[in-house]
């Protein structure tokens, strides 16, 4: 199993990072898009992080354009849209393939360790979510129809 928090990322400023200052935190990490049908559920992704953050959740914005060209927007533009449409304050890192020869290496791993039905490792649509535990273990996926709200209790339970 790889170390999700040793994984090589970019932040929407084109900084060189990992997730390792996240070591020890609950993580909700989702491929977002700002021209879909589910874009609204960033309202409620802001509502768990703003909710739990203190208690150590955090949420992490993956953009990606892979599904119907829905996150069609630069880094910048996509940064703004979510802060000004739905006042998005958690992370948000640079636009990337969650599927295919160019997926990024941490979700290969994050669909590695939480396949979806019927073991099918790929993402299927924007705002897929995957909860991961505070030793880097992803516990569960959550399909783009679950609404953010409905993950309450399986967040309590890891913080």
């Known amino acids: 199993m790889t170390n999700l928090f040793s994984i090589a990322l970019k932040t929407q400023d084109g900084r060189e990072t990992t997730l390792e ?3 020890g935190k609950v993580l909700l990490a989702v491929n977002t898009a700002s021209k879909c049908g589910f874009t609204p559920q960033y309202q409620g992704l802001q509502a768990l992080y703003e909710k739990y953050w203190d208690r150590g959740l955090v949420v992490l914005g993956f953009p990606c354009n892979q599904f119907g060209k829905q996150e069609p927007g630069s880094d910048d ?3 703004q849209f979510c802060e000004l449409n739905f006042g998005v304050s958690f992370p948000l890192y640079a636009k990337l393939d969650v599927n295919g020869p160019d997926a990024h290496p941490l979700f290969v791993e994050l669909k590695k360790q939480a396949p ?3 073991g099918t490792e790929g ?3 924007n705002f897929t979510k995957f909860l991961v535990n505070r030793d880097g273990k992803v516990v569960k996926r959550f399909a783009p129809k ?3 709200e409905a993950l309450e209790a399986e967040i309590e339970q890891l913080l």
Do not use: F, N, S
């Open 21 to 23: 200052e996240y070591r």
């Open 77 to 79: 533009e996509i940064q």
């Open 116 to 118: 979806g039905i019927l």
């Open 123 to 125: 993402v299927k649509w």
């Open 146 to 148: 679950d609404k953010p």
